[in-house]
């Protein structure tokens, strides 16, 4: 195994999946220290999709 894979490896955690989706409930205290702020809008924002990617995502959207 070379270097870079084996390093890569070390720092991986894996996290297993439940076989069935759960929802978790927190008290609403609890909930806000789990929370995470949003990044700033210019991070949010995808400029360079597109028109017909767009369209065809909005589309996809209102399917589901």
């Known amino acids: ?3 870079e894979r084996r390093l890569y490896t070390q720092a991986v955690s894996v996290v297993e999946q439940p076989d069935e989706p759960s929802l978790r409930v ?3 205290d609890e909930a806000l220290h789990r929370a995470h702020s ?7 924002v995808v400029d360079d999709v597109p028109e017909e990617d767009w369209i065809a995502f909005q589309e996809a959207l209102a399917e589901a």
């Open 1 to 3: 195994m070379d270097v």
């Open 38 to 44: 949003l990044p700033p809008r210019e991070r949010l």
């Open 26 to 28: 927190y008290p609403p």
